[in-house]
Every structure is written in C-alpha cells, then in structure tokens.
C-alpha cells in the first residue's frame, strides 16, 4: 500500500463497506511495517550487545595485563562505556512499551511513532552516548605504549576516521529511512484521526 493508497482511505468515503476495508488494508500495512522495523531494531541490538560484552571481557582482562596506569583506566573507560551502550539500546527499545492485546490502529500508529522517534533521538546522539565515550577511552589505553610518535598520531587519526564514519552512517540512517518513516507514521495517524471525527 502506498501513500495514495493511504490518502483515498481516508479522504474518500463512498460506502460503509468501502472505509472498512481500506481500513484493514492499513491496519495490516502498518502491522506488517512495524514488525519489520521492530525486527531489525533487535538485531542491531543483539550485534551490539555481542560485540559490547566481548569489549567488557577482552579489556577487563588487558587492566590487569598493561602495566600503564592511563591504560588501565582507558580499558576501564571502554568496559564501562560498553556497559551504557548495552543499557542504552535496551532502554530506548522499551520506550513506547509492549502491544495491547486488542489495539486500535491508531494506538498501533501511535505506539510505533513512538519508537521511530525514540530511535531518531537515539541516533542522533549517537556521538554523546557511543562515540565520545568509546574514542576517550581508545585513545587513553593505546597511546600510553612505547610506540613511535608517527605510530601514535596515525592511530588516532584512524579512529578519528572511524568514528566520524559511524557518525555519519546513523545520520544518513536518520534522514534515508527513519524520517521518512516517521512523516507517514505521521500523515497515516493524522488522517485517520480525521475519518474517526467524521464517522
């Protein structure tokens, strides 16, 4: 169903029988979209718990292995930075809560903008929560090792880079796919407050 289909849905009424149906039509689009969704927001948070708990043991075990004091509360940095990082991503996939057994398709839309929103909130700060914490951390637990000076400045050149990727692959994340998302959620749940009003 496209957004045409969306808009004659609900601005054109010509029969009871009619609205019923385009009706259902929207109710399974926007469940089928929402699974969807809700489906590939679990995955990424199961890589990144993944990859987060093997950051939690593999630098819990260099504190006790460097013999470098700011190393050691590098590799603490990232251990507790993954931690946030865990909590983050679980939290915000509980912001709008769980399904009603029996919910209308406006609280459906409703429940599903939420989520949209709390992601686009999520990755948009994504440098505050993730990237900042993780780069400090790196950096303290790298540079500290008898390494040469060029050596030094091309690691953190890299992580610059690294890091400034991932930036930026969320916000083109936000603006492809999650904004545009959200503005249907929008239209879908406008137009269909309208046609509840006019029934």
């Not at 385009?22 to 948070?45: C, G, P, V, Y």
Request: hydrophobic share 45%.
């Amino acid at each position: 169903m496209n957004e045409q289909d969306i808009k004659q849905a609900w601005q054109c009424y010509p029969s009871d029988k009619t609205i019923h149906i385009k009706k259902e039509e929207l109710m399974e689009s926007i469940t089928a979209q929402s699974a969807q969704f809700n489906r590939r927001i679990k995955h990424r948070d199961l890589r990144e718990t993944i990859v987060s708990l093997f950051l939690v043991g593999f630098f819990g075990t260099a504190i006790f292995l460097t013999p470098y004091p700011v190393s050691k509360i590098g590799a603490a940095i990232i251990m507790l930075s993954s931690l946030w990082i865990i909590y983050k991503l679980h939290s915000t996939g509980k912001t709008a809560g769980n399904e009603g057994v029996e919910e209308s398709l406006q609280e459906q839309m409703k429940r599903q903008l939420k989520r949209v929103e709390a992601q686009i909130s999520l990755l948009n700060r994504v440098w505050l929560w993730y990237l900042l914490p993780l780069s400090v951390g790196v950096l303290m637990f790298y540079l500290p090792f008898p390494v040469s000076f060029i050596s030094k400045v091309m690691f953190s050149v890299l992580v610059i880079i690294l890091f400034g990727g991932i930036f930026g692959l969320n916000k083109y994340v936000v603006k492809k796919y999650l904004q545009p998302l959200q503005r249907r959620l929008e239209l879908n749940l406008t137009q269909s407050e309208q046609s509840t009003e006019q029934e």
